[in-house]
């Protein structure tokens, strides 16, 4: 199983790749604060009122575990606080609190694709001795070894995990149905399907993906770039591989679908595609599995129960797939002003095994076996593609190397920039970061 991809060497490109991933979670939430469990949370309460402050933003995965530490750790003199936020506010506040000796929050919310630039600034609070600890009494040994994994930088673990996304398709089974189709597992198959669709009148653009330009394209690059074999980049030799014929073929990839495409596809994220599912503007989309949940409540869609999934295509063909996971957990900032132990005792409180489950069907929980087809009715299409994602490449340079190539993905696939100068200028830009690493 391999997971999402990282780097920073100032502040300020930590919020420029936080931002990259920020419509990969999405951010507002359809999941309430009924969503809570209450759990044990038996850590040594300092003396006098504490307050704890916790920075996560809002999505129907991410509450479940927000909601449950808040209801669950409040108790005596000390109070768990979080207020509501959207990911671009959580990016701000991240960078802010991190900056200095000491911070305003004692948790934050952090997952694979930042864990190796934070860590390699010294700001997250290496969480192994507390493990050690503390895994016992709230049964840590379930979690998923290649999710800690993702949450491991240089052999130590700076955020426990709570659940991961992957990539997952969301089709229109009515229409499938009436036109004899089958879900697509080639973008080959994906263009073919749409083009029926189109030609039977049912949806003008049945595709929707997520390209916003000045994010989500670059996840889709990679995406298509891993299911063709290839990585960002050559550890070994430190050099990029942007330039390479996978990069053309992911490139031309991406290309192919925009006749399939609204024309405004470059000014959407991800709610903005789960809308188009919303509305019916849309027949076949591929979103993180953070969104999926939503897509089958009648509340939501007047179309909730013609949803289907399945894991996403592969670009070419083969059992690697356009797809790409991330694992969200807690982290506690090496600055925390409060008793690292207590705040652990919270983190880990809320990804217990009554708390997962609370979480479910919304969040795919980072405890092994809790996700089944009775759990969640997009389980089969989750499991085959977290099982099927292209390798991780979990570097201090690699989100810089994303944000600063992410404008001229963008401008190839607005036809502003040709496949072949694309491609020298990203394997341009490549390089000169790794050459901050040599």
């Known amino acids: 199983m391999s997971l999402s991809r990282s780097r920073v060497s100032a502040l300020a490109a930590v919020a420029a790749s936080l931002t990259l991933v920020a419509t990969g979670c999405g951010a507002g939430s359809k999941t309430s604060a009924d969503t809570a469990a209450s759990v044990e949370c038996d850590y040594k309460a300092p003396s006098g009122k504490t307050d704890v402050n916790v920075l996560a933003y809002n999505s129907s995965s991410v509450d479940p575990y927000t909601n449950t530490m808040v209801k ?66 709230y049964g840590l040994d379930a979690i998923n070894k290649n999710m800690s994994g993702a949450m491991t930088y240089d052999g130590k673990l700076y955020g426990l995990p709570m659940q991961a996304q992957m990539l997952i398709m969301a089709y229109r089974k009515d229409i499938f149905d009436k036109l004899g189709l089958k879900p697509p597992t080639t973008f080959a198959e994906m263009i073919d399907d749409a083009k029926k669709i189109q030609a039977a009148g049912e949806v003008k653009y049945p ?47 991406l ?90 005792e919270m983190l880990s409180s809320s990804v217990s095994e009554k708390a997962s489950k609370a979480s479910l069907p919304a969040a795919y929980p980072a405890r092994d076996g809790m996700v089944t087809d009775d759990s969640m009715p997009f389980a089969a299409a989750a499991n085959e593609s977290i099982a099927k994602v292209p390798p991780s490449e979990p570097y201090p340079w690699t989100a810089e190397i994303s944000n600063a190539i992410t404008p001229i993905v963008a401008n190839v696939v607005l036809g502003k920039t040709s496949v072949q100068d694309g491609m020298g200028k990203m394997q341009s830009e490549a390089n000169k970061i790794l050459t901050e690493y040599k």
């Open 72 to 137: 669950s750790c409040t108790k005596g003199d000390v109070t768990v606080n979080h207020q509501p936020i959207d990911f671009a506010g959580q990016v701000q506040k991240t960078t802010a609190t991190l900056a200095g000796d000491t911070g305003t929050y004692d948790i934050i919310e952090t997952y694979s694709f930042v864990i190796p630039q934070l860590a390699a600034e010294g700001k997250l609070e290496p969480l192994d001795d507390l493990v050690d600890e503390y895994g016992d009494e």
């Open 255 to 344: 290309l192919s679908l925009k006749p399939y495409m609204d024309p405004q596809v470059t000014t959407f994220d991800q709610p903005a595609v789960q809308q188009q599912m919303y509305n019916g503007s849309a027949a076949i989309s591929i979103m993180f599995s953070g969104r999926m949940n939503d897509l089958t409540l009648p509340a939501n869609s007047q179309y909730a129960d013609k949803m289907a999934f399945a894991a996403p295509p592969s670009v070419n063909g083969g059992d690697v797939l356009y797809d790409t996971v991330s694992v969200d957990g807690w982290s506690i900032p090496a600055n925390a002003k409060n008793d690292k132990d207590m705040l652990f």
């Open 207 to 253: 595709i929707a993906l997520p390209l916003l330009a000045s994010a989500d394209i670059v996840t889709a690059y990679d995406a298509a770039l891993g299911s063709l074999g290839q990585n960002l980049t050559d550890p070994k030799t430190m050099t990029a591989n942007l330039d390479s014929p996978q990069s053309k073929q992911a490139l031309e990839a």
